[in-house]
């Protein structure tokens, strides 16, 4: 097999102009780190089992606790609201998880397999603030949504569109997931992740999603074609909207990321152990819901869980804390059998030297943690508040290193060119042999972003920082927009659909 | 044991004013990534035999290739100068390897450990120029390399000096090693590597060394207190200074990093696996030199090379090969159990994200590939031809993030915390527990340059880039800085040593 973060990537790379750019979904060849021994994973495993069975996790939804009340294994308290979980119903559920599942995009060359030794990346959730050197800081819009989801479209980095790349905040709260969803559906062929905001929300993010595919629900349950996510409410609950996102997804067999942000030392124990021990009990407690809700519903373990910073009280991103999390919830995802969501982020508020180490540092360890989903990896500024278009660029370089990084190595006579290295013999160079001329168009992996002349070359074409060249690589990108072919039937049969749910919603309203 | 990039890394930094900073050695709880298959990895040493046997390597001292002649197993070919190897006395070689040693420092609390599970962190080595946003780009002086060594003696990130911090041009070439090592030994008090340079040179050095610890001869052999670096000439050539070097080191045992800094695609195959093959001929046989001239002699396996860019003809820093290359090199160095030098750097002319980004993921990848000694990983700016003192704080602060990530995580009853995640139940929060209050002070990391705080906080304490604000910390540490402790009789034999070589040198030049 071809280096998939090498040569077929530059290959697309290397054209110019607006086409579509397609690649092969990135393969790894190095294995995830262990950070901690599996006696120690089996320990913290064993501690969410007895937080589980002891303490309970309150589940806030009166659907989900009826619905959990029926099965055996499982103690409500009606009056705390809290459910308790014995050890052999978390066992059983885990038994029924796929290891990996193809998200399913509209266009099938864009599906990405989420589990094995597949990767992917994507970008920063729904900021409400966009920015670049442009323009500045300003609140988000549907204008700057479109915008962003048409980069997103031509950006060879990102494999996924999660959430709203930024908030619209000028739609109405109502019906702005119609809009988004449809606009997601229709501007990028991608697959997408959608929020998780109670039974009706969910359905309507279910229902643009098969639209789009042109697939009929049954079709569907066999090709997961929307991602949702659903995040605990850290210590130890789970709120109604999301109870009922998890089993509305269940019902269509359609996946969901399970995440805890658990913030270490506020609301979660101060201890990484004792964090992770809590995490993994929220988390463990909704795959049961999920997987009692549908059996066999595709499901990935996602950590964010981080530390408060003492100091100003802001979250910590960019933290070893951080990194250590990711390390051992990927861990705990593998003991699992499952797929693994990573996520990570920066602090900085301008595209500087501290955006570059902060980011890379946490996309590295995404990586080593064996993230098969790496959220907020484009695009991420000022702890998730803003979406910055220089930092779309500067990840996307990110991206394509870590994808390089993990890429396979292939060892074989004709790459260990030993008859080359004998003709050339000490003191000579390679330039002239067949071997390397038969390769060196492809052979190594070209920056986008970054500068390697000499300080005098680079001064002489402006001397630019790389948050100045970024500026030019996205409007050069957001000028080549193609948008993806859709058939009129298609599109007519979305529109109608946002029409009819929008006459409906706001018929709610005003009742 | 505590997490040694942890709590007691924090206590540290958070005393102020001029005192001496120590922290106890990092080591790792990751273990490194293997990126290719330990058949893959036989395969390349078996083509690297291949090469020692059929093509061999260019000795160009005639001292080493007589020396090698005596070998039963070793052929010279007296009129090519290429000297051919058998397998059985490369593997006699590497089976004489110590796996780890430990690298002396005048301060015995600054020794340092190479190999095993410890880790080390070193400055760029020797560039040109130096760079600051006080002064602009500028020729390194002798009064630039001191003030360097004075911030990195204060730098808690570095655990080792390599090289000049910044090549004195103004010192005579002829006898700048005098003053650049006797300033190295008065200045700091860290483990230090010096330059291979022929045997005179190499000799001085190991003397100031010697005199520094004030320990004699055989001491010195039993305790490693002089590193030295040989690169080799790629492909497959090792010059004259560099094996005279290699033997007068081995002569007083003393340990050498040997490197390959092969250019792939010029002066290697443009395969990896090809480019590997040869880089590890060249290692192979330098290693044979040292063993051969005493077997024991300590030696880290080292790796820098990389590719040419295509577009620009600069050297790549910050690119996938260069990762891989670390990545299958840190495989090669423990097939033969020895310590091994990762190397890194960027090809950035500004503090810029571009230099976050590169630095951080080469760092990132030295740490996978199992680095014991990582150099080139505080100050390194424009591909090794400038030190930068903003760099350094912003290299600083990914070491110690890398230090934070790879700590060992405690799981234990204490750690796991589960009565305080009782007693604080679901929806509650943990800041008043007394496991929280027990820990909260040094719970977590701090940055130093990093910046979390939100927009409008920031904005009013001045809105600086991360480097503008790095400026401000290398001028605290620079007002900081405390000589470190030399009795009067060392300082009196440095200074003799270094006015009596002069006076020979100056004659011999005279002469």
Known sequence: MARRGGRQQRLMERTSGPKEVLRPQTKRATPPVDLLSAADIDRIH????????????????????????????????????????????VENALSQLPSQFTLHARNPRRSMVLGGDNITFANVV???????????????????????????????????????????????????????????????DKPWRAYTLGDDRMFDALEIARIARGIDAKTMEREPSLLANVTTNSPLRIDEPMGEGLMTMA???QPVSITSFAMIGAIAPITLAGAIAQQNAEILAAIVLSQLSRPG??????????????????????????????????????????????????GAKVVDVQAGYESQYLLSAAVMAGGHLCAHSIGFMESALTVNREKIIADSEMVELMR????????????LALESIHEVGPGGNFFETQHTIDRYET????????????????IEKGGERADERATKIWKELEASYLAPAIDAATRDELDDYVTRRKIEIDAACAA
Not at 129 to 152: C, H, I, N, T
């Open 126 to 188: 729904t900021p409400p603030f966009v920015d670049d050197r442009d323009a500045g800081v300003r609140d988000g819009s549907f204008d700057e949504m479109k915008r962003l989801l048409k980069l997103y479209q031509m950006l060879p980095a990102l494999d996924m569109c999660l959430g709203y790349p930024v908030e619209p905040l000028d739609l109405s709260p109502e019906t702005r997931h119609l809009d988004g969803y449809a606009a997601h559906a229709v501007l990028t």
């Open 46 to 89: 064993d501690a969410s089992l007895a937080i589980l069975a002891r303490t309970g996790v309150h589940f806030m939804g009166e659907g989900a606790r009826n619905f959990l009340a029926r099965h055996p294994g499982i103690q409500v308290d009606q009056m705390s609201e809290f459910v308790r979980f014995d050890e052999t119903i």
């Open 251 to 253: 019902k269509r067999m």
């Open 404 to 415: 390089g990084m993990v890429a396979k190595v292939e060892v074989s006579n004709d790459t």
């Open 443 to 458: 052979a190594f992996w070209q920056p986008r972003l970054a500068d390697w002349e000499n300080r005098q070359n680079w």
């Open 297 to 346: 519903t595709p499901l990935l373990y996602g950590s964010f869980s981080t530390n408060v910073h003492m100091k100003s009280g802001a979250i910590a991103f960019g933290n070893p804390e951080l990194a250590q999390a990711m390390l051992i919830s990927g861990q705990l995802a593998r003991r699992y059998g499952m797929p693994f969501k990573a996520a990570m982020g920066t």
